[in-house]
C-alpha cells in the first residue's frame, strides 16, 4: 500500500496544497512551525478519522476559513481508493470513501493503514496507562472493524453506567437497573481483553525479534499485557465494586483501566531501563507493528516519522532506514541532516515553508 497523492484545502496552515508521493521515501524538511507536522496530521486523520493532537476537528481548519477537506489516493497492490474528509465550523464531518458518505467510523478503517512515530511516542513507555491504551487500540482497530465496534459499545455502556451511578446516589430505588449494564460492560470487556491479549502476544513475537537484531542478542524485550480484571473474576469483581462505584459515580472495574508493559532481560523498562533502553524497545515495538499489519493485513503500512530520526542515535538511525526499504516512508525534519546520507533508495524531497511545499529533488 501507498499514497499516491494528497490534497489539502484550508487544513492548519495549508491553503491549498496537492502533491504527489514516491512509492518509497519522502523527506519533507524546513523550519519548525512550517507545516510539517500538520501534514502527517492530515494523513493520520485520513487514516484514523480523527485527530492525534486535537479532539475538536475545528481546530484543524486554517485561520479566518468555514470549511475544510483533505483527500488522498491509495494505490494498493494497483487497486485505487480516493479517502475524503471534509469538516466545517459546524462541527459536521463527512467522510468519503470513493464518493460515497461514510456514517460508521469503523468504515473508514483500514482503507489507510499506518504506524506513526514521533518524539512524543518516546515517552510511550513512561506515561500513564490511559496512553498505551489508546496506542494499541488505534492498532488493533486498523486491523478489525469488529474490535473497533465491541469498542465502541463498551464505551458507550461505560458512559451510561456512569451517569447511572450518579442517578443513584439521590435515588436508590434505580440501583436494580445496573444489572443491564453490567451485563452489557462484561460481556463487550471480555472479547476485547482477549483481542488486546492476542494482539500484544503478537507484538512482543514479532518486537523481541527486532530487539535482538538491534542490540545482537544482549537484550530480551518482553510486552505483557496486564488485563485489570480476569475473564474468571470480571463480574465478582464488578459486585464487590458496586459501593463504591455508587459512591464516586465511577466504574472502577472493567477493561478500561487496562495497561501493557515493557522488560528488558526481565526488567521492567518504565521504572528501571535506561533512556536508550526505552527508545530501543519502542523503536522494536514500532517495527513491529509493520510486520503485524502485514501479517494480518497482506500488505504494508505507510510508515510517518515526524522528526524522530534526530532524536535517535547513529545505530538506531541505521537500523531503521535499512528496514523500511521496502513501505512507503514519509518523513518529516527541520533539516537535512547526514541521516540522509544513509538511504541508498531513491527517495524524494520536498522544502516545507509557511505552508508552501518545493520540490527540490
Given amino acids: ?7 489539502l484545502k484550508n487544513f492548519r496552515n495549508y491553503e491549498k496544497l496537492n502533491i504527489k508521493l514516491s512509492k518509497k521515501i519522502n523527506i519533507f ?6 507545516g510539517k507536522t500538520n501534514l502527517l496530521e492530515a494523513i493520520y486523520f485520513m487514516a484514523i478519522g480523527r485527530s492525534y493532537r486535537t479532539s475538536n476537528d475545528k481546530e484543524l481548519i486554517k485561520f479566518d476559513k468555514k470549511i475544510s477537506s483533505v483527500s488522498t489516493i491509495i494505490n494498493d497492490n494497483e487497486i485505487k481508493d480516493k479517502v475524503e474528509i ?11 470513501l470513493n464518493g460515497l458518505g461514510i456514517k460508521k467510523l469503523g468504515e473508514l478503517l483500514g482503507s489507510l493503514l499506518i504506524v506513526s ?3 512524543e511516542d518516546l515517552q510511550l513507555i513512561k506515561q500513564g496507562p490511559g496512553e498505551r491504551r489508546r496506542f494499541i487500540d488505534i492498532e488493533i482497530c486498523q486491523i478489525s472493524k469488529v474490535y ?8 458507550h455502556v ?33 472479547k476485547i481483553m482477549n483481542y ?102 497482506h500488505t504494508m503500512p505507510i510508515l510517518l516519522l515526524d522528526d524522530v530520526l534526530s532524536e535517535l ?3 538506531r538511525q541505521k537500523f531503521l532506514i535499512e528496514n523500511i526499504s521496502d513501505i512507503q516512508t514519509i518523513i518529516t525534519s527541520t533539516g537535512l541532516d547526514d541521516f540522509i546520507l544513509n538511504f541508498k533508495d531513491e527517495y524524494s524531497l520536498f522544502f516545507i515553508e509557511n505552508g508552501t511545499i518545493e520540490i527540490t529533488k
Fill in 1 to 7: 500500500m501507498y499514497i499516491e497523492e494528497i490534497e
Fill in 29 to 34: 524538511y524546513g523550519d519548525n512551525a512550517q
Fill in 86 to 96: 471534509i469538516i466545517s465550523d459546524s462541527k459536521n464531518k463527512r467522510i468519503l
Fill in 117 to 119: 512515530f514521533s518524539p
Fill in 148 to 155: 473497533y465496534y465491541e469498542l465502541k459499545r463498551y464505551n
Fill in 158 to 190: 461505560l458512559k451510561q453506567r456512569n451517569k447511572l451511578l450518579k442517578r443513584i446516589k439521590s435515588n436508590n430505588k434505580l440501583k436494580d437497573t445496573l444489572f443491564a449494564f453490567d451485563m452489557q460492560l462484561i460481556n463487550h470487556g471480555k
Fill in 196 to 297: 488486546r491479549e492476542s494482539y500484544v502476544k503478537e507484538l512482543n513475537n514479532f518486537a523481541r525479534d527486532v530487539q535482538k537484531k538491534l542490540t545482537k542478542d544482549k537484550e530480551e524485550l518482553e510486552i505483557k499485557y496486564k488485563g485489570f480484571v480476569t475473564e474468571e473474576k470480571y463480574e465478582e469483581k464488578m459486585e464487590k465494586s458496586l459501593e463504591k462505584d455508587i459512591m464516586f459515580g465511577n466504574t472502577s472495574v472493567g477493561i478500561h483501566k487496562d495497561d501493557i508493559n515493557f522488560f528488558i532481560n526481565g526488567i521492567d523498562v518504565k521504572k528501571y531501563g535506561s533512556q536508550g533502553q526505552q527508545r530501543t524497545a519502542l523503536l522494536s515495538t514500532k517495527l513491529a507493528q509493520i510486520e503485524i499489519i502485514k501479517k494480518n493485513k
Fill in 313 to 315: 542515535d547513529n545505530k
